[in-house]
Each structure stands twice: as structure tokens, then as C-alpha cells.
């Protein structure tokens, strides 16, 4: 069986809610999903962005699928894979971001892995940069592969969750403004990144 990442972790934290066996059943179910969602999406469009489709997105829609399947109520499933996604995702990122405040300006270092970041993640040319300069980055999107396959897969209303991680990410930031007034997965046309240098 294809390995699932966040496996481990994500059946500890589930017994918060659920007792033992029913977590070990939910993340096995989870697993199954998981290497079905692989073998689908091995040979697709989204080649380029295979590492978030891999880490994040494929793992996210086959545990929320899992607890879906126990019949319980929308709002109280996305609760509990807020939890999961708020303590797995990123977090080798945010202990690397704290090293940043010791910086005096760290907005130079961190605006390549922006860049890098954003161009990654999206479709090739649905993006558009609306600023590039030493104060700031900013770039419009209009196609996300997570809007798209949520929606695919019958779970677009997964997909707000995964803009809150944007959100978790830019927070981390020491001295880094954020902003965003869009998102297409909150039913936008596209979703508007700003980061900003705070002097």
C-alpha cells in the first residue's frame, strides 16, 4: 500500500475524538482512499505540482472522505480536520520561520520562497503578478488545483480549509504583512495574494 503521510500523527490526534479502533479504522480507510487518489491522478495535468498533490492535497480529501463515511455532520468533520491540518501542516516550516525574527528585514529572504511557492502550486498561466518590487509581492490567481479537484471529488467545501492554512502560514511570518480579500474556494473569481515588508 501506497504510504500516506500524516498517517501516524493523524490517528493519535483522532482518539482525542474517537476511541482507539475507530481511529486506527478511520486512517486505514483514509490510506485506502489515499492510494486510489495516487494512482488516479498519477498520470494527469498536474504533474508540476505533484508534491502538494502528494503532501497535502491528496491526504487532506482522503481523511476528510474517511470521516465523511461515518455519517456525521459536515460542520463537525471539517472541524476535526481543521485540527489535523492546524497541527501536521507546515510544521517543519514554521520551526524554520521562527529563525526569521532574528533578521532585521526579512522580507528579501523570504520573498523568493514565495515566488517559488505560489509558481508551484497553481496551474501554469493562471496566474497574474500585480507587484514585484523590494516592499512587495503580490500576485492574482485564477485556477486553483485545490478548488479543482475538491470539486472533482465532490468535497468543494474542503477547499475553504485549505485557504486557512494560507492564513496559519502568512501569521508565522515575523515582520511579513499578509493580506487577501478573494479566495476562489470562499466562492471568489480569484484569489488575491499580497505579502508585504512591515519597516
Known sequence: MIR???????????????????????????R??????????????????????????LPGLSIYKAL???????????????????????????QGLR???YLPDPFPVIKPALKLMTGD?????????IADDEDCYAVNTYRCIIFDILT???APELTALYCKTDDWLAEALPRIGWGR????????DYCDFRWFRIK
Not at 491522478?41 to 497535502?56: P, V
Not at 479566495?183 to 471568489?188: A, K, L, M, Q, V
Open 181 to 188: 480579500s478573494k479566495t476562489i474556494g470562499r466562492g471568489d
Open 152 to 154: 472533482f471529488q465532490n
Open 32 to 57: 485506502a482512499y489515499y492510494g486510489e487518489l495516487r494512482l488516479h491522478y498519477s498520470s494527469s495535468i498536474y504533474s508540476k505540482q505533484r508534491t502538494a498533490l502528494n503532501s497535502r492535497i
Open 4 to 30: 500516506m503521510p500524516y498517517a501516524g500523527k493523524w490517528q493519535t490526534i483522532l482518539t482525542e475524538f474517537y476511541d482507539e479502533p475507530i481511529s486506527k479504522g478511520l486512517v486505514s480507510k483514509a
Open 68 to 94: 465523511c463515511e461515518e455519517g456525521h455532520d459536515r460542520e463537525k468533520v471539517l472541524g476535526e480536520v481543521e485540527t489535523l491540518f492546524r497541527r501536521t501542516f507546515f510544521t517543519v516550516q514554521f
Open 121 to 129: 502550486e497553481y496551474m501554469p498561466g493562471s496566474q497574474e503578478v
Open 99 to 101: 529563525l526569521l525574527k
